[in-house]
């Protein structure tokens, strides 16, 4: 197994650095062969749907493209809550043989969808769109109950033949094409319009799809905690606020219709279960407040309209920590630390407020207090995504960088990781002077987001690097063949004109 180890441990020591790098190969394996014109065809199964292994793949695919394209939002802090709510209702899906990931899609467009695999995304307008935890809660929950029914792979592959990997590309370029502000350049290389539109046509669901995921939703919904009735009303609030806009209408709600029907039936099966009293956690308040600060127009105009909130008294735990996030982002650092220090003082367990309390104060050139409050929350909270990242962050520019990649290792070696944790260890390594692992670090960055050029020049040089030890280099050589194979059967398949489907061009 591919394991990172560091230059001062001997072969032994290196061994336990397991985990990672054969996630991370396995996750774009596909991809890989993705880049090749000569895509293997699966072909269409007698009973019409694909099995586990073959959807996998397809969801990997089409992460990948979305990756690749910048599609997928890489806030530490929204993403960790998304998939810690995530997890929750999975957990409590009555099929547990499905592995589940979620993620946000940096777009206004109110939608979520469910990808072959377990690949669940929700637009961060949908998540704005929401106002309460239930709501999203609900949504989520339908879109795992289109996983577990497997709704995804039977509507694609009911009259599809393309291969696995075209399909990929397909699937994502309409997910792509769908944005708000999508262009015809959003899906060049990717797809022809004719084609996004046959495979939009696969990917809807049918009325039955649709009345079994609320039914067998509402109850993960529940099960889980949550309001049963949110998925409902959610539903209803979205399909009333544009019914009279057609021409606006939300991309969730052409995938998803809304009926009168469909309504009733859901209210009826969430009366029938036990009446349960929600409150929303600090973490729905936090994220919410986030993203309107990221997503506003500027930083000025994210702190006008915090501030304006402060005046009106919208003293809310949301409405406090959108106005610290503001004027750290505008600048106005050592009054941010004030509020967010408070709010360290009043809710001690949340993490994002112990970073933002942490960064305003490095921003404000107190290092030494900052790496002091990024200690404490380490220790309330190991191997918290958002806060080692947001730690290591500080410890390289304070002079630190072998620290910071000693926990961003632990990380990736205990975690499934992320583009962004790939760059990040990398400049850690770089900053530490271990050139090797840089380039090694930065090779399996450009495999995550699908570029399989990029990932092997930068294998390459990590082999070429000096001063790389044996147990290193020996890594670096495997995975460099691996890659090698790849190169070598793409530019032969250029070379014989062979294709299946539109190739996806190195970027």
């Known amino acids: 197994m591919n394991c990172s180890s560091r230059q001062s441990q001997t072969s032994a020591t290196a061994s336990r650095h397991c985990g990672w790098p054969a996630v991370l190969l396995l996750a774009v394996g596909v991809n890989a062969v993705a880049q090749t014109p000569n895509l293997p065809d699966f072909g269409t199964p007698a009973d019409s749907v694909l099995n586990r292994s073959q959807e996998a793949q397809l969801g990997r695919g089409v992460m990948a493209q979305l990756r690749s394209a910048g599609a997928i939002m890489d806030d530490p802090i929204v993403t960790e809550y998304i998939q810690t709510l995530g997890a929750r209702l999975a957990g409590h899906a009555n099929d ?19 990808l072959p695999g377990g690949f669940i995304g929700m637009n961060t307008g949908l998540v704005l769109a929401s106002e309460r935890e239930s709501e999203v809660a609900g949504v989520l929950a339908h879109e795992v109950a289109h996983v577990t029914q497997r709704h995804i792979a039977r509507s694609i592959y009911s009259n599809q033949r393309n291969s696995i990997l075209s399909m990929a590309a397909m699937i994502a370029a309409v ?39 609320d039914r067998i939703g509402i109850g993960t919904l529940a099960s889980a905690g949550f309001d049963p009735t949110a998925m409902a009303t959610f539903f209803e609030k979205l399909s009333r606020r544009y019914a009279f806009v057609s021409d606006r209408v939300p991309s969730f709600l052409q995938t998803h219709p809304v009926t009168s029907e469909r309504v009733g039936e ?46 009106a008294g919208g003293d809310s735990v949301a409405g406090r920590y959108g ?116 380039h090694h670090y930065m090779s399996h960055y450009y495999l ?21 030890n044996p147990v290193d280099r020996e890594r670096f050589r495997t995975e460099f063949q691996d890659l090698e194979a790849h190169v070598g059967e793409q530019i032969r398949a250029r070379a014989s004109g062979r294709s299946d489907g539109p190739p996806v061009p190195f970027r």
């Open 96 to 114: 547990g043989d499905h592995r589940f990931e979620f993620f946000v899609v940096d777009d206004n467009a109110i939608n979520a969808f469910a």
């Open 266 to 311: 859901a209210r009826e099966r969430a009366r029938l279960l036990p009446a349960v009293d929600v409150t929303d956690s600090v973490s729905y308040e936090v994220v919410k407040a986030r993203l309107e600060v990221l997503r506003a127009p500027s930083e000025e105009a994210a702190l006008e309209i915090f501030s304006k909130r402060m005046d």
């Open 448 to 468: 995550s987001i699908g570029n399989l050029a990029l990932a092997f020049n930068q294998i390459r040089m990590a082999l070429e690097s000096p001063g790389v």
């Open 175 to 213: 997910l792509l094409g769908a944005a708000a502000d999508a262009d015809g350049q959003a899906m060049q290389g990717l797809i022809t319009a004719s084609q996004a539109a046959a495979i939009q046509a696969q990917i809807n669901y049918t009325r039955a799809n649709e009345h079994e995921a």
């Open 323 to 438: 106005y610290a996030l503001s004027l750290h982002r505008d600048g106005r650092h050592d009054l941010a630390q004030r509020v967010f220090s408070d709010l360290v003082d009043e809710f001690p367990g949340v993490i994002a407020f112990r970073i933002g309390e942490a960064e305003a104060l490095m921003e404000s050139y107190q290092t030494g207090l900052a790496l002091a409050r990024f200690e404490e929350a380490i220790e309330l909270s190991p191997r918290n995504v958002p806060l080692t990242l947001s730690y290591a962050n500080a410890l390289i520019p304070a002079g630190y960088p072998a620290k910071a990649h000693d926990l961003l290792l632990d990380l990736l070696n205990n975690s499934v990781p992320t583009p962004e944790q790939f760059r990040l260890i990398a400049r850690a390594a770089n900053a530490e002077g271990d050139i090797g692992n840089a």
